[in-house]
């Protein structure tokens, strides 16, 4: 990415009670709000607080928080709160920015990993950490660790404890305790072909190993106009579904195509079906979350 392109400043729609023109480092006090039906003390309503930028260059903008990011939200909110399937288990958040969902499967889950790339996010995402610790099941654990998409994987690590000098190193047990995970999750992470890239050559290694996994990404579609095409296009989507064989699609050809090698099978999930957890945004019409697994062999 050259410099010009590096030192162009992006802003989110999202940074709830930021005063008008502020654009340094902000705490936003995001309210979780739950049927009033619901007599379950671990799910009544209760606010998150998140610190992050109001405004970023392109490679940190995991500092902000984006739309996806709380779609994704939600889908995690509703899961947990209609059904055990995410207690005690070992999560992973990819592409973690701020760690708003990593932050809440921590209520629940046995073993939360919060990864992402680059010292200043992943300080950032260990303060938003500490703010929300009193909200974390007795006994779990939570971790921020640098995960880098094009390095191979494992990811570097040592023996025993993370040295003190390199917090965000991972530790052998924890390797193994990644690859032993059921859940991964990660929002926003598609908007350049060559992240996706990465993203998707990681994943592989990742899901092809240990346990058995699913991932739910959410995105929003992001569209623009180019000169090949003569139309607005949302190419970055494009080339994200070239990765995915949908579970609708179930041709002949289709089969035949992927009968013999592994691939990643694709199911959008209906958002009318998950209600707004997370107050005071407004979802639009270009935000999706989708199932992913891997398929090692046919399915």
Not at 5 to 14: A, D, F, N, T
Not at 197 to 217: C, H, I, P, R, T
Not at 263 to 274: E, P, Q, S
Not at 279 to 286: A, F, M, T
Request: hydrophobic content about 35%; overall charge negative.
């Amino acid at each position: 990415m050259d410099d010009g392109i590096s030192e162009e400043l992006v802003m989110s729609e999202v940074h709830l009670g930021c005063p008008p023109g502020f654009s340094g480092s902000y705490v936003s006090n995001f309210t979780i709000s739950f049927p009033s039906d619901v007599e379950e003390p671990s799910f009544r309503s209760f606010n998150v607080s998140i610190q992050h930028d109001v405004m970023s260059t392109i490679p940190s903008v995991g500092l902000q928080v984006w739309k996806a990011e709380l779609v994704l939200s939600d889908f995690v909110l509703h899961t947990m709160l209609t059904s055990s399937e995410f207690d005690g288990i070992v999560a992973l958040e990819l592409g973690a920015g701020t760690g708003l969902v990593g932050i809440l499967l921590a209520r629940v889950a046995k073993t939360t990993f919060l990864t992402d790339k680059g010292d200043r996010v992943l300080d950032n995402c260990a303060k938003n950490i500490n703010l929300n610790s009193g909200g974390f099941s007795a006994g779990v654990a939570v971790h921020v660790r640098e995960l880098d998409w094009t390095e191979p994987w494992p990811p570097k690590r040592t023996q025993g404890e993370c040295p003190p000098n390199n917090r965000y190193s991972w530790a052998l047990s924890e390797v193994e305790e990644a690859l032993g995970g059921s859940l991964l999750v990660a929002a926003d992470v598609i908007y350049s072909d060559d992240l996706t890239d990465a993203f998707f050559n990681m994943l592989e290694k990742f899901m092809s190993q240990g346990s058995e996994k699913v991932l739910y990404l959410a995105l929003e579609k992001r569209y623009n106009f180019t000169l090949d095409d003569f139309d607005i296009v949302a190419n970055g989507y494009s080339h994200f579904l070239s990765y995915l064989k949908h579970e609708e699609d179930d041709t002949e050809n289709s089969k035949l195509e992927h009968e013999s090698k592994p691939h990643f099978v694709g199911h959008r999930i209906d958002l009318a079906n998950i209600p707004q957890y997370v107050l005071n945004y407004e979802r639009g019409k270009d935000v999706e979350i989708w199932q992913i697994k891997y398929c090692r062999k046919e399915c």
